[in-house]
C-alpha cells in the first residue's frame, strides 16, 4: 500500500516525518490491504485477513491501539481480530 502527502503525524505510515509529493510505501503490513479509511490526520486499513490496522494522528485516541501517542507505523486496532 502506499501513501503521499503531508507526513506530520505520521500520515504516511513510513516511520518518518518528511512529506512526500509521489507515492511512498507503507510499512508494517503483515497482510494485503483491503480497503481504507482516512481521517482528519489519520488513516486505517482493512487487512486481508479481517482485521484493522491504523496510524497517524492519535491525540484523542482515533487510531484504536489504546494509547494516545501518534503512530508513525500501522498498529493494530485492539479488540479486533481477523476471519
Known sequence: ????????????????????????EASNFIYGV????????HTCAITDAG?????GLNTNGQIGSG????AF???DVVELTGG
Do not use: H, I, R
Request: glycine fraction near 16%; charged fraction near 10%.
Open 1 to 24: 500500500m502506499k501513501c503521499w502527502g503531508v507526513t506530520e503525524y505520521g500520515q504516511l505510515g513510513n516511520s518518518t516525518m518528511f512529506n512526500s509529493d509521489v507515492p511512498v
Open 67 to 70: 494509547s494516545t501517542p501518534d
Open 51 to 55: 482485521g484493522v490496522q491504523c496510524w
Open 34 to 41: 483491503a480497503g481504507l479509511a482516512l481521517g482528519y490526520g
Open 73 to 75: 507505523l500501522p498498529v
